[in-house]
């Protein structure tokens, strides 16, 4: 009989720890199950994104239309642009690595130079024109 009392509160100091530890299990595998679903990356939704990985999918084609009016330029100047809107992927024109480069650049901007308050865009430099102008007209000109 005294075995048998014994052993029942064995049982009952287990059942008091293991409660609480499988509750809080249950509790963290709740916590990690999103609710809603989250937003794709432009890295998950196409097919060759080697910079704006993170960017949102839904932003990147405003980003493009950026691009266009900060060069001055139609989407073909750093694509080519095959049949039915295809071939975006490809990466068959110089310029649009030269673009990768130019938002690593300017991001690298925003992140080291204060001073600019993180205003740094490409029509800063670009104004409209693919080949930035970086020396002043000379007076009366
Ligand atoms: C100044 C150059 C430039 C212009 C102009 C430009 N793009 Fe892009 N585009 C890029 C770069 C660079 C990438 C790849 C970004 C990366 O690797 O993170 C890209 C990627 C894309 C992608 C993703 C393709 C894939 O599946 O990987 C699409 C779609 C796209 N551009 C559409 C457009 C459209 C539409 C326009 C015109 C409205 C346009 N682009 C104008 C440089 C440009
Ligand atoms: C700090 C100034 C500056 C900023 C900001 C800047 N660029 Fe440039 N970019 C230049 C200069 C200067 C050149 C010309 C470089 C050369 O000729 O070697 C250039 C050249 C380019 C070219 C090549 C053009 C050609 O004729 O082939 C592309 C494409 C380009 N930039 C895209 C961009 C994009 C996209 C952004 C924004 C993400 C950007 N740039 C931001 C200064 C800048």
């Known amino acids: 009989m005294k075995h ?3 052993s029942l509160r064995i049982l009952g100091l287990i ?9 809080l299990t249950l509790w963290s595998i709740a916590q990690d199950t999103p609710s809603a679903p989250k937003e794709k990356t432009s890295k998950e939704q196409f097919k060759n994104i080697k910079v ?3 960017l949102p999918a839904n932003k990147l084609i405003p980003v493009m239309h950026q691009f266009n009016d900060a ?7 750093c694509h080519v642009i095959g ?9 068959d024109k110089p310029a649009k690595d ?8 300017t991001k690298g901007i925003n992140k080291q130079q204060k001073l600019l308050g993180g205003q740094a865009t490409c029509f800063m430099c670009h104004h409209g024109s693919p080949e930035p102008q970086t020396q002043p007209k000379p007076e009366g000109k």
Do not use: N, T, W
């Open 52 to 54: 704006l990985k993170d």
């Open 4 to 6: 048998y009392r014994q």
């Open 71 to 77: 060069l001055g330029v139609k989407c073909d100047f």
């Open 98 to 105: 030269m673009a990768r480069k130019m938002i690593l650049m």
């Open 83 to 91: 049949p039915v809107h295809s071939g975006f992927e490809k990466d």
């Open 15 to 23: 059942v008091a720890i293991a409660a609480p530890v499988a509750l």
